[in-house]
C-alpha cells in the first residue's frame, strides 16, 4: 500500500501544481476571452484525462501487489497441504530413500499403491492450472524436488505411471504434460532435475502420450 500511495503521490503533484498554475500563465499567452475559455476548458479535459490516467495506474500497481499476495498464499498452502498430509509425507520418505539407494530394489508394497497414487494426484491439477494460465510453474517450484523424485522413480513408473494394462497410464496424462512443462522449464533455467537417468520422459508411454498430445493440438 505504501508503495502504491508513494506512486501515486509522483504522478498527481507535478498534474495538481499544473492546474494550479494554469490560470496564471494562460492570461500571458491568450489575450481574447472566447479563445481563453476555449484554452482553459481543452487544458482542463487534458488534465482530468491525466488525473484519471494517474488514478488508473494506482489500481493497477494495487491490483499486482495483492496478486502477488495471492500467489505466494497460493504456495505456501499447496507447500503446508503436502507436508501435513501424512499419507504422502510417507510416500515422499520411501521415495528419499529410493533416491538414496541408487533404486535398487523396489521400496513399496500393493499396500502402498493408493498413497502413491495419491501423491501423483496431489500434482495432477497442477498442470490444469498452469495451462490456463492461471499459476505460473516459478510459485510452484518450491515442490519440483518432491515432483521429479517421484516421477523419475522406475517403481513408480512400473506400477502407476507406465503401466500400459487397460491403458492405465492414459489416467496420468497431466502429470505427463506436468512433467515436460515443468523439466523445460527447469533446464532452461539451469536449475536441476533429479534422477534423469531414470527419467520418465525417456519411457515410451510418455513419448506416445505427449507426441499424441502434440498431433491433435494441431
Keep these: 500500500m505504501g508503495e502504491s500511495m508513494k506512486i501515486n503521490r509522483i504522478v498527481v503533484v507535478p498534474i495538481m501544481f499544473f492546474i494550479l498554475l ?4 494562460l492570461p500571458f499567452v491568450v489575450t481574447d476571452g472566447d479563445v481563453l475559455t476555449k484554452k482553459l476548458t481543452a487544458g ?6 491525466l488525473v484519471a490516467a494517474g488514478g488508473l495506474l494506482g489500481l493497477f500497481i494495487q491490483f499486482m501487489r495483492e496478486r502477488d499476495l495471492a500467489e505466494a498464499d497460493f504456495t505456501l498452502r499447496l507447500n503446508q497441504n503436502f507436508l501435513t498430509n501424512e499419507h504422502l509425507f510417507r510416500i515422499y520418505k520411501i521415495l528419499e530413500a529410493s533416491k538414496e539407494s541408487k533404486q535398487q530394489e523396489d521400496p513399496f508394497s500393493e499396500e502402498d499403491l493408493i498413497d502413491m497414487a495419491n501423491y501423483l494426484s496431489f500434482f495432477g491439477p497442477l498442470w490444469g492450472l498452469i495451462e490456463r494460465g492461471l499459476v505460473k510453474i516459478e ?6 524436488y518432491r515432483f521429479f523424485l517421484a516421477t523419475n522413480n522406475r517403481f513408480m513408473q512400473e506400477k502407476l505411471l507406465c503401466r500400459k494394462e487397460e491403458d492405465k497410464h492414459k489416467a496420468w ?3 505427463y504434460h506436468l512433467h515436460k512443462a515443468w523439466r523445460a522449464y527447469r533446464k532452461d533455467n539451469d536449475l536441476p532435475v533429479w534422477q534423469e537417468d531414470s527419467g520418465l520422459s525417456k519411457t515410451s508411454p ?3 502420450m505427449i507426441t499424441a498430445a502434440s498431433q491433435k493440438r494441431r
Design 44 to 49: 482542463l479535459e487534458i488534465v482530468a484525462t
Design 139 to 144: 510459485f510452484i517450484d518450491v515442490l519440483a
Design 22 to 25: 494554469l490560470p496564471v500563465l
Design 173 to 175: 496424462l497431466a502429470i
Design 206 to 208: 510418455y513419448k506416445e
